[in-house]
């Protein structure tokens, strides 16, 4: 099982409050922001609506959550477990028959 402790509010070298929650539907426009080439400083050539695409439909378990500064989300993260097709792949028994990932997109200049 993944599961994120919710440290509750913390501050950061500015004395901000940031505030850790869970994601809601009201949030994607921001995440998919959070991503975009205007914030991260790259040129993902779109990719970045097919990754936030991969992440509203993911199917495995996942455990998301968003940051929060002075009522404006400045971070996103997930980490999603998937099981591993038993049929598809062949694996020693001591293989772990899980994968993880962990993504994390934040605003690093607030």
Known sequence: ???FLDP?????????VLQFRAVQERDWPM???LASNEIQEA???GLDVLWVEGRRSFKGVRRQTVV??????????????DSLE????????DD????????LVADWNR
Do not use: L, T
């Open 1 to 3: 099982m993944v599961a």
């Open 8 to 16: 509750g509010p913390s501050r950061n070298a500015e004395d901000a």
């Open 31 to 33: 995440i998919v922001w």
């Open 43 to 45: 040129d993902h050539s």
């Open 68 to 81: 929060e500064s002075d009522g404006s989300i400045v971070g996103y993260c997930s980490i999603e477990q």
């Open 86 to 93: 038993q049929d598809s792949i062949e694996q020693d028994k």
């Open 96 to 103: 772990a028959p899980n994968s993880y990932c962990v993504f």
